[in-house]
């Protein structure tokens, strides 16, 4: 397996991505809503990226890779684990490129997203009960040839996933935070590194589920624990170690990283699916709960939420009003 990245992340960098994706990927909507600004006493925009294609933000990385990829190396074929979006996405950027993809996901992967990612054309291989152990699973597959496509710790995945701000911003200028879900931390570094460049004063907040934090225990220097099996409603997001390369980014660009329980995740799609008519998946929402739970210390008057996806299994609804309603007694 051949691992082509670019060696860097910087702001001219995500401004190639920009403009490279922009006639293949949505601009997706930005959205605002009174009752969210009158309960958290600030203005508040989503950026929209559950109607991006393939219903998340990861088809931004996964195609500026592509595109950067030599003609000789895309002809061995790609690689990729993933616990869903970042599946699709690849399996999207390579239908349109004529190149042979093959992903791991774990075996509990929503039907959903399986089923979207073998209908883009890609061979999937589920294994392992979450990320993690899907990735190491996909390892085995070092010396076949084929490139492979980490789902975030890789500089071309970034820049494309930082394109997100950019169209925030452009669209949004006068914004003081940005509120960004985090996983292995692809997200965020493009996000904090391309809202930095243009306006220096941007607070940048990472937001992990409080059942899968890695960087955020990094983050406040928290001894690290690697828990052997991770369970939440937001798949998502749910790795076990910070990413090499977007660590050290993080560190250095990121203001402040948070976690939430399933319990505030659970509420926060339902507020968006009852409020908002729009549904959202776990990860999604994770920056949504975060702002819920954490409105009164977070200082802004103009904030922007990243939705980041929207591929949720609707089996999986009632167990989530389950959780919903569990947090609303236990919570009052």
Not at 190 to 200: F, L, M, Y
């Amino acid at each position: 397996m051949c691992v082509y990245h670019g060696d860097y992340l910087t702001s001219d960098k995500i401004n190639e991505a920009y403009k490279k994706l922009s006639q293949f990927v949505h601009q997706t909507p930005v959205m605002t809503s009174e009752t969210t600004n009158r309960i958290v006493g600030k203005k508040v925009y989503f950026k929209m990226e559950n109607q991006q294609k393939t219903g998340a933000f990861k088809i931004r990385g996964a195609l500026y890779k592509m595109m950067q990829l030599p003609e000789k190396l895309r002809r061995q074929g790609v690689i990729t684990a993933s616990a869903g979006n970042h599946a699709q996405g690849v399996a999207y950027a390579a239908k349109k490129a004529n190149v042979k993809a093959t992903i791991y996901m774990p075996k509990h992967t929503p039907l959903n997203k399986v089923n979207a990612t073998k209908a883009y054309g890609a061979d999937v291989v589920l294994t392992g009960e979450n990320f993690d152990e899907a990735f190491q699973a996909s390892l085995k597959e070092l010396d076949s040839g084929k490139v492979y496509i980490h789902p975030f710790d890789d500089y071309d995945v970034m820049a494309g996933q930082g394109t997100v701000a950019i169209e925030l911003l452009h669209e949004i200028n006068e914004l003081d935070t940005i509120i960004v879900p985090v996983g292995g931390g692809g997200l965020i570094s493009g996000i904090a590194v391309a809202a930095k460049n243009i306006k220096p004063t941007i607070k940048i907040i990472g937001v992990q589920s409080n059942l899968a934090s890695p960087i955020y225990r990094s983050f406040r220097n928290i001894q690290l624990h690697v828990p052997s099996a991770i369970s939440t409603i937001a798949e998502g997001i749910a790795v076990q170690n910070p990413g090499k390369k977007t660590l050290p980014i993080i560190e250095n660009y990121v203001d402040d990283i948070i976690t939430v329980t399933d319990g505030e995740i659970a509420c926060s799609i339902l507020y968006m699916l009852e409020r908002n008519k729009t549904l959202v998946e776990g990860a999604g929402a994770a920056a949504i709960a975060a702002l819920f739970r954490y409105h009164q210390h977070i200082r802004s008057k103009q904030c922007g939420v990243i939705v980041s996806g929207g591929n949720i299994d609707i089996q999986q609804m009632t167990t989530i009003q389950e959780i919903a309603k569990k947090h609303y007694v236990q919570t009052g």
